[in-house]
T-cell receptor, first 111, second 118 residues
Framework: DVKVTQSSRYLVKRTGEKVFLECVQDMDHENMFWYRQDPGLGLRLIYFSYDVKMKEKGDIPEGYSVSREKKERFSLILESASTNQTSMYLC??????????FGSGTRLTVV | AQSVAQPEDQVNVAEGNPLTVKCTYSVSGNPYLFWYVQYPNRGLQFLLKYITGDNLVKGSYGFEAEFNKSQTSFHLKKPSALVSDSALYFCAVRPPLISSGSARQLTFGSGTQLTVLP
């Protein structure tokens, strides 16, 4: 069963901490995406990547960075976590032909 | 630019009744259309997609969707709702395969919360 795995389901971090959210896919997909989901705001794209070592900003990149050193792994980095980054974070991957396959999500709370 | 509209934030239906969750889209060319479902505290799960061919697409869990090009709609339907169908549903669109770069992204609607009442 193909899948996208996010390393943590729940995380609690302190304000100012550097936070890493990891995402791994086993489908050899070219494309990977990070979204955050907040009530009433739907899914908002943070960053995406179409290839190794390649990244592009989405709609809300401020306060985030990403890393894609290997095709299967796409990491989201919160350089200095703030309370307004408390959210559900969703990773997804896709190929040229497919829709998205999503991970189970990471619910991050910044206190 | 592409866009998706889900005009209803909330849909309530009685168990056993048919359900419809509405979606309209705007995209250049022939669209690729998708429906996803999200259960509480989980990621989105793929339900079905339309790429080409028959306008009526059948998907997982008894759901189906009808592509209507003239109305630019892709409504999700199920003949008989179950309480377990209660979830958040997202419609999404992407441009045709010939598009490149950032146009490969899916654009999501804002979601419709479906509640099936016992």
């Amino acid at each position: 069963d193909v899948k996208v795995t996010q390393s943590s389901r729940y995380l609690v971090k302190r304000t100012g901490e550097k936070v890493f959210l990891e995402c791994v896919q086993d489908m050899d997909h070219e494309n990977m995406f990070w979204y955050r989901q907040d009530p009433g705001l739907g899914l908002r794209l943070i960053y995406f990547s179409y290839d190794v070592k390649m990244k592009e900003k989405g709609d809300i990149p401020e306060g985030y960075s990403v890393s894609r050193e290997k095709k299967e792994r796409f990491s989201l980095i919160l350089e200095s976590a703030s309370t307004n980054q408390t959210s559900m974070y969703l990773c997804a991957s896709s190929s040229v032909w497919s829709g998205y396959t999503f991970g189970s999500g990471t619910r991050l709370t910044v206190v | 630019a592409q866009s998706v509209a889900q005009p209803e934030d909330q849909v309530n239906v009685a168990e056993g009744n048919p359900l419809t969750v509405k979606c309209t889209y705007s995209v250049s060319g022939n669209p690729y259309l998708f429906w996803y479902v999200q259960y509480p505290n989980r990621g989105l799960q793929f339900l079905l997609k339309y790429i080409t061919g028959d306008n009526l697409v059948k998907g997982s869990y008894g759901f189906e969707a009808e592509f209507n090009k003239s109305q630019t709609s892709f409504h999700l339907k199920k003949p008989s709702a179950l309480v377990s169908d209660s979830a958040l549903y997202f419609c999404a669109v992407r441009p045709p395969l010939i598009s490149s770069g950032s146009a490969r992204q899916l654009t999501f609607g804002s979601g419709t919360q479906l509640t099936v009442l016992p």
